[in-house]
């Protein structure tokens, strides 16, 4: 069994930061990739950034240069860092940490105003 916690959302102004932690417990040797993935009202859930057990790393483009997603392996820690942020980015971000299933988060909220 994976558990999966999201916390750092929050409100910020259009061209603030925030950062987004993931933090991941139980079964943690079989989690292949965690990814942040975030929704908007109305909108399809979208992957934003992804990290692989090997380190390589994935972003949708329209974050590609604001947003950068670390690890603490000691930690189990994921981490986004959301720089240069738009009012477009207001979305209720999770976590997912992928096994041979998927194990998402609860979401936190992140409002970005103009």
């Known amino acids: 069994q994976v558990q999966v916690v999201e916390s750092g959302g929050g409100l910020v102004q259009a061209g603030g930061s925030l950062r987004l932690s993931c933090a991941v417990s139980g079964r943690t040797s079989s989690i292949n990739a965690i990814g942040w993935y975030r929704q908007a009202p109305g909108k399809q859930r979208e992957l934003v950034a992804l990290?692989?057990?090997?380190?390589?790393?994935n972003y949708v483009d329209s974050v590609k240069g604001r947003f950068t997603i670390s690890r603490d392996n000691a930690k189990n820690t994921v981490y986004l860092q959301m720089n240069s942020l738009k009012p477009e980015d207001t979305a209720v971000y999770y976590c997912?940490?992928?096994?041979?299933?998927?194990?998402w988060g609860q979401g936190t909220q992140v409002t970005v105003s103009s």
């Open positions: 997912n940490a992928m096994s041979e299933i998927y194990h």
């Open positions: 990290i692989r057990s090997g380190g390589s790393t």
